[in-house]
């Protein structure tokens, strides 16, 4: 793991997780739980409307803390109902966080490559539909981290559970003053969820 990654993890095991968030992730863990317990992959597709902010941060840290728990077989994914592209404070965030990303591509919808470890695959990062070929097309567990991916899409195709594990939207402070915190206080929150999810498998 990355040493500020690491530091990182260290400062988030302060975050106190609420006893409605932990009954909101509780299907969660025992979806990944009972793959675990039958030695099956763990498809984790995390889906929101634009995949361009929430989706990313919860791939992101799900995989991170899949590793730092050392859950094998965990394969996260992210998808929206549209395309977009990453909103580039997205990757700002996490860079602060102590990922190390390098932008591959360079387009209206960039590819970037974001590493959490120096020896591990990076996770690739880039806008795209939940049912894009890039991402699992069946055994997956379906994670809805906005209201309007839920809302929208009460049926996702192939998934085998899905899980309304909904966050706050950090776009509503964009441009002004406090953007930076809450981006920041937004995939914190989101890492300690995760952290919490993580922790509990045996």
């Known amino acids: 793991m990355l040493e500020n990654i690491s530091k990182n993890i260290e400062s988030i095991t302060k975050i106190v997780v609420s006893e409605e968030r932990k009954e909101i992730l509780n299907p969660l863990i025992d979806y990944i739980q009972n793959?675990?317990?039958?030695?099956?992959?763990i498809r984790l597709n995390f889906i929101?409307?634009?995949?361009?902010r929430r989706s990313h941060l919860t791939q992101i840290w799900a995989q991170t803390m899949a590793f730092h728990f050392g859950i094998?077989?965990?394969?996260?994914?992210?998808g929206g109902t549209e395309a977009t592209a990453m909103f580039p404070k997205?990757?700002?965030?996490?860079?602060n966080q102590g990922f190390e990303?390098?932008?591959?591509?360079d387009s209206e919808n960039p590819?970037?490559?974001i590493k959490f470890d120096e020896n591990q695959h990076p996770i690739i990062g880039f806008s795209k539909s939940y049912f894009d070929d890039f991402n699992p097309k069946s055994n997956f567990g379906a994670i809805m981290t906005c209201n309007n991916a839920d809302e929208g899409c009460p049926m996702v195709f192939g998934s085998e559970a899905r899980f309304p594990i909904k966050?706050?939207?950090?776009k509503a402070f964009d441009g002004t003053e406090v953007m930076n915190e809450k981006y920041?206080?937004?995939?914190?929150q989101i890492a300690s969820e995760l952290y919490f999810v993580f922790s509990q498998i045996k």
Not at 35 to 41: C, L
Not at 48 to 52: E, F, I, R
Not at 167 to 170: A, I, K, R, T, V
Not at 184 to 188: I, V
């Open 35 to 41: 793959k675990v317990n039958t030695n099956e992959e």
């Open 48 to 52: 929101c409307t634009h995949n361009s």
């Open 72 to 78: 094998k077989n965990v394969f996260c994914y992210s």
């Open 90 to 95: 997205v990757a700002e965030t996490l860079t």
């Open 101 to 105: 990303i390098q932008k591959i591509s």
């Open 111 to 113: 590819v970037y490559a």
């Open 167 to 170: 966050y706050d939207d950090p």
């Open 184 to 188: 920041a206080e937004r995939s914190l």
